[in-house]
Nanobody, 119 residues
Framework: QVQLVESGGGLVQPGGSLRLSCAAS????????MGWYRQAPGKERELVAG???????NYADSVKGRFTISRDNEKNTVYLQMDSLKPEDTAVYYC?????????????WGQGTQVTVSS
């Protein structure tokens, strides 16, 4: 069984920073792409940032230059450094990973962590 556990969310003032972490655990052979998504109230879930196993990254236009995705393959962990946060970044943030286990290769999701940007 595989689990993704996110941490690091919270309340921050506009212009502030947060660092999200997502650790995968369980019967994992390898992890392919990892990424962060977010969903604000009344909106669809959207991709924020993604990282291939080799470290190639991509970002939503709305976060380019402010957010940085990184990963530690030894720890099966992906991070999202969020700087210069804006109220419109408020959302539940989810991590996603393509994981190969004994049984199959599929995407797994974390439970989500709330990020609120407000003064």
């Amino acid at each position: 069984q595989v689990q993704l556990v996110e941490s690091g969310g919270g309340l921050v003032q506009p212009g502030g920073s947060l660092r999200l972490s997502c650790a995968a655990s369980g019967s994992i052979f390898s992890i392919d792409a990892m990424g962060w998504y977010r969903q604000a109230p009344g909106k669809e879930r959207e991709l924020v940032a993604g990282s291939s196993r080799g470290g190639r990254t991509n970002y939503a236009d709305s976060v380019k230059g402010r957010f940085t995705i990184s990963r530690d393959n030894e720890k099966n962990t992906v991070y999202l450094q969020m700087d210069s946060l804006k109220p419109e970044d408020t959302a539940v943030y989810y991590c996603d990973a393509g994981i190969l286990t004994t049984f199959d290769m599929r995407n797994y999701w974390g439970q989500g962590t709330q990020v609120t940007v407000s003064s």
